[in-house]
């Protein structure tokens, strides 16, 4: 066919599909291919969740691709991370870290937060929280661990660490850990940030607000009700170095924040009983 042919049918197509859209009122009310129209339409899908103003805004900022690494804007409400706080706070210790040549839990100046694990589907709340994170993650809620709730006092902190695991025994039930959400249950005054120092890109260098620990990479400073998602694993399956990771000394203030591990594949969750908690539900 010549090409004056087939431009002349394309024409006449395009005319045609245009006259059909036009009888239509919602066509001619919005341009279909107009960006602002997609974006409103993705923003009316979380208004309908978090709230109309502007304060309650949901939205991604890529931090970096080399980590692969996000901040989820107001992804918890200031009740849900209080929760989340006033739940944990009774039952918090000392924490531990996984040891790489025997896979056991054991104290270490690696950490010096403290912390305590909630079970996965505890209550309405948590349960809630987890299809939050499964929807926004696109990681299926089996594959995740139970939420850990952490606190930082004034010098207290997390050495740079992998969340992927070393040893053979901790991948057993679901396989490696494939990403994290960390969610921020409070604000803090200054310090506190996760940092990424392997990261490619150094955008706080030098940059005031940021402690010294910070500038070292790709960072997030912590937000009440922010949350901030990770890969321990590039998009080709190898456990990527460059997620190396430490929570910053806080320097003033204190923080908590609420870490969901999700694995490769579905996670067992077994369930930690606790005074006043009630049987695992069926
Ligand atoms: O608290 C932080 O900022 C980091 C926590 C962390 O690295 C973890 O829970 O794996």
């Given amino acids: 066919m010549s090409t004056r042919k087939s431009r002349l049918i394309a024409g006449i197509a395009v005319a045609l599909v245009t006259l059909a859209c036009l009888q239509q009122s919602s066509c001619r009310?919005?341009?279909?291919?107009?960006?602002?129209?997609?974006?409103?339409a993705a923003k009316d899908l979380f208004v309908q969740e978090r709230g109309s103003a502007e304060k309650d805004r949901f939205w991604i900022e890529i931090l970096s691709w080399e980590p692969r690494a996000f901040l989820f804007h107001t992804f918890l409400t200031d009740g849900e991370a209080d929760y989340l706080v006033q739940l944990a706070k009774p039952h918090m210790e000392k924490s531990e870290v996984v040891d790489n040549e025997t896979g056991k839990s054991q104290p270490s100046e690696v950490r010096t937060s403290s912390g305590m694990f909630l079970n996965r589907g505890?209550?309405?709340?948590?349960?809630?929280?987890?299809?939050?994170?499964?929807?926004?993650?696109a990681i299926?809620?089996?594959?995740?661990?139970?939420?850990?709730?952490?606190?930082?006092?004034?010098?207290?902190?997390?050495?740079?660490?992998?969340?992927?695991f070393h040893d053979k025994m901790n991948t057993v039930n679901g396989g490696q850990r494939l990403a994290t959400l960390l969610m921020y249950l409070s604000d803090v005054q200054e310090g506190g940030e996760t940092v990424f120092p392997d990261s490619v890109t150094k955008p706080n260098a030098g940059k005031a607000g940021f402690s010294t620990c910070a500038q070292a990479g790709v960072a997030a400073k912590p937000k009440k009700g922010d949350a901030l998602f990770f890969y321990s694993q590039t998009p080709s399956n190898q456990l990527d170095e460059k997620s190396l990771h430490?929570?910053?000394?806080?320097i003033r203030g204190d923080k908590w924040s609420a870490t969901k591990w999700m694995r490769v594949d579905n996670f067992e969750a077994g369930w930690i009983p606790r005074e006043g908690l009630a049987q695992k539900p069926p």
Wanted: aromatic residues 6%; negative net charge.
């Fill in 140 to 164: 299926p809620r089996d594959n995740g661990e139970g939420l850990q709730i952490l606190h930082y006092q004034a010098s207290e902190q997390y050495r740079p660490h992998f969340d992927y």
């Fill in 29 to 40: 009310k919005t341009k279909l291919r107009d960006i602002s129209v997609r974006e409103a």
């Fill in 122 to 137: 505890e209550d309405d709340i948590v349960d809630n929280i987890e299809a939050r994170i499964a929807k926004h993650t």
């Fill in 246 to 250: 430490a929570g910053c000394p806080v």
